[in-house]
Each structure stands twice: as structure tokens, then as C-alpha cells.
């Protein structure tokens, strides 16, 4: 498994979201899981909005704080939208069946 950096993307306006967007899949490239860290209300499921419709999502991104997984399709791809906000313990990973997703070879987006 390949670990990148952390990187921080500065954006200040509404305008700015599909600019950024575009660095972020730029920068994680071929990564499958990106981890997405932020207070509550800080704005990730509208970034992660912004780069679902950079990747030519069809369906409705949306949060999934309840369902704690979505699952987004694209012309050629399916993409898997996480909220770990909500998990209290491994074992709820666990039981979530987190290996099939991570290991599916398609992106995972994780909200934290």
C-alpha cells in the first residue's frame, strides 16, 4: 500500500471548489483512498462533491453520515464515499466489511 503525504488545499470561495478539485485528483493520481480530516461542518462532502463531478459522477453525492457508505458511478468507475465521523470503534469497521471496499480497486473517499 502506498502512504502519501498530507497535503493541505487552501480554497475561500465556492468559485475556488472546482480549481481545487482538479489539484487534488492531480496530486493523488492513481491513489484509491483518500482521507479527507476535518471539524464537522468544515465543508468535506461539498469538496468531495466538487470532485465527483470532476470525475463525471451521475448520481447525487451527498453525505452518507447515516448510511456511513455511498456509493457513487461515473462513466467508468464506482466510487465509495465514507463518514468515519460517526464510528466509535475498530470493530465497527470491521463489521462494515471495510476490506471489500478498500480493497475493490476503486476510490474510496473517507470524510474523518
Known amino acids: 500500500m502506498k502512504v502519501m503525504n498530507e497535503h493541505v488545499f487552501v480554497c475561500n470561495s465556492q468559485d475556488e471548489l472546482s480549481n481545487v478539485a482538479k489539484q487534488i485528483l492531480a496530486v493523488v493520481g492513481d491513489s484509491k483512498i483518500v482521507l479527507f480530516k476535518g471539524e464537522m461542518g468544515a465543508g468535506k462532502t461539498t469538496l468531495i462533491r466538487a470532485i465527483c463531478q470532476q470525475l463525471k459522477v451521475t448520481d447525487n453525492v451527498s453525505s452518507p453520515t ?3 457508505v455511498n456509493e457513487y458511478h461515473a ?9 468515519f465521523y460517526r464510528i ?13 471496499y478498500f480493497f475493490s480497486g476503486h476510490r474510496c473517499f473517507i470524510e474523518w
Open 66 to 68: 447515516f448510511s456511513i
Open 75 to 83: 462513466s467508468d468507475e464506482v466510487i465509495y464515499h465514507f463518514d
Open 88 to 100: 466509535n470503534n475498530l470493530r465497527e469497521v470491521y463489521d462494515m466489511g471495510y476490506e471489500e
